[in-house]
């Protein structure tokens, strides 16, 4: 939902006009119409403010995001010794050898 949505959804649920929310605020109706047609954006504080004018109160959170790391692999390879590491990097390090072989070089002057 953008900001001008949810400030219109807000202002309508109240009852409210553009122009009255505008007078309440102190602005133009055309501003408030400018907001909620995502044509401006409004700072934090102002949105807040607006808001909290018609009678709710902007509530904002954060989530952890899924930064698609497998954090249990990455407990257990800091589990294992230097060398069990090592030993699995070189496996895989042949197995991507075997699945992308080097293009062999052309030999010139020969």
């Known amino acids: ?3 001008g949505e949810l400030l219109k959804e807000a202002r309508k649920r109240h009852g409210l006009s553009q122009k009255r929310l505008a007078i309440r605020a102190g602005t133009t109706q055309s ?7 995502d044509r401006v954006s409004p700072s934090v504080d102002t949105l807040r403010e607006l808001l909290r004018l018609v009678g709710e109160d902007l509530v904002l959170g954060s989530e952890r995001r899924d930064a698609g790391v497998d954090v ?16 699995l ?12 072989p080097r293009p062999k070089r052309p030999e010139f002057g020969r």
Do not use: K
């Not at 249990?72 to 090592?86: D, F, G, I, Q, W």
């Not at 070189?90 to 075997?98: G, H, I, P, R, V």
């Open 1 to 3: 939902m953008s900001v």
């Open 31 to 37: 501003a408030i119409s400018r907001i909620e047609r």
């Open 72 to 87: 249990s692999l990455v407990r257990r390879r800091l589990s294992e010794t230097t060398a069990e590491r090592l030993d």
């Open 89 to 100: 990097a070189t496996a895989m390090t042949n197995q991507f050898l075997e699945f992308n």
